[in-house]
DNA sequence: CGTCCCACCTGATTGC
DNA sequence: TGCAATCAGGTGGGAC
């Protein structure tokens, strides 16, 4: 499912529903990739501890730990959820059937049940005892000259760079699409031969969609849902993305499809140079 | 180190 | 209808 703004979606609806609560048991299933910390080291960290936080770091849905609540002095502990292509992390009832290639199941002392539902098992569950960062930074947050020097110099194409999560963390496949687009900048054009006006054009357009599909609680294209298995609505605000052949919104030429660095690229040969 | 490409998975869709 | 090929929101590792 997943980038930045579905991350966000999930995350928040998340903490909503599911913090202040301790975790009373923990299921993992024998699916051994989906655990990038052992299944039994996560079990063990999590039961009895309590979800203070939960958030989006990149495309990392972070959730802090108080270990043992009532005492003192607490180490820190994170639990971290990357969703992958098509991982779900849902809260429900306890009497819901799991859904097919459920992963791990959480119980909650409010009665309810965290699960990590995914299909393709890109999806991974760790714990950890140092501070999550996160790869690279932030669009949302960082600066504009800030995002200016971190294409320089580069040979990639910008759409290859805008994926690059140890440069930016938290834009993919159809949010690097519809920023090239309403930047009006083709996705093989070199990262470090774009002018400071089209990036800054880039980082303003960036924001701006990264920022209206989480008001809109993200752009669900095949099956990603939120934390409550609710769809989001910024698909029907795609103008280039999965519309190859479809009319240009803003002047009717056909969309075109190209592959950048392995991924399909959508854009409008008219309106991006 | 920067860049490129494939492997990792299942399921939906397309094409013959 | 059936079956094979293709494609999908992501990343991590190996080759160069």
Same mark, same amino acid.
């Given at each position: ?8 979606? @999930?995350?928040?609806? @998340? ?15 024998? !699916? ?38 009532? !005492? ?8 971290? @959820?990357?969703?992958?292509? *098509? ?34 098992? $890109? ?27 971190? $294409?320089?110099?580069? !040979?990639?194409?910008? !759409? ?48 701006? @969609? ?42 009717? *030429? ?12 959508? $854009?409008?040969? *008219?309106?991006?140079?």
């Amino acid at each position: 499912m997943p980038e930045l703004p579905e991350v966000e979606t @999930v995350a928040n609806g @998340v903490h909503q529903r599911v913090h202040g609560q301790t975790i009373t048991s923990v299921w993992t299933s024998n !699916k051994p990739q989906t655990f990038k910390s052992r299944p039994e080291e996560i079990a063990e960290v999590l039961t009895g501890s309590r979800i203070d936080r939960v958030r989006r770091i990149g495309k990392t849905i972070v959730a802090d730990l108080i270990r043992h609540p009532g !005492k003192k002095s607490q180490p820190s502990v994170q639990f971290l @959820v990357h969703l992958g292509m *098509t991982g779900r992390l849902l809260v429900s009832a306890p009497e819901t059937e799991p859904p097919p290639h459920t992963h791990a199941i959480l119980t909650l002392s409010g009665g309810k049940e965290l699960r990590f539902v995914d299909a393709r098992r $890109f999806g991974r569950l760790s714990v950890s005892t140092d501070e999550y960062t996160g790869p690279g930074k932030d669009p949302l947050t960082i600066s504009n000259e800030d995002f200016i020097a971190l $294409f320089r110099n580069r !040979k990639t194409p910008i !759409k290859a760079a805008l994926l690059n999560q140890s440069l930016l963390h938290g834009v993919g496949n159809i949010y690097a699409d519809e920023a090239l687009f309403r930047a009006g900048i083709r996705p093989r054009r070199q990262a470090g031969r774009l002018t400071r006006d089209e990036l800054t054009r880039l980082r303003t357009a960036l924001v701006k @969609v990264l920022k209206h599909a989480i008001k809109l609680g993200g752009s669900s294209v095949s099956d990603y849902v939120d934390a409550e298995g609710v769809a989001g609505f910024f698909q029907l605000h795609h103008r280039v993305y999965s519309r190859t052949g479809e009319p240009c919104r803003t002047c009717s *030429t056909p969309i075109e499809r190209i592959v950048v660095g392995g991924r399909s690229s959508h $854009f409008c040969p *008219t309106c991006q140079r």
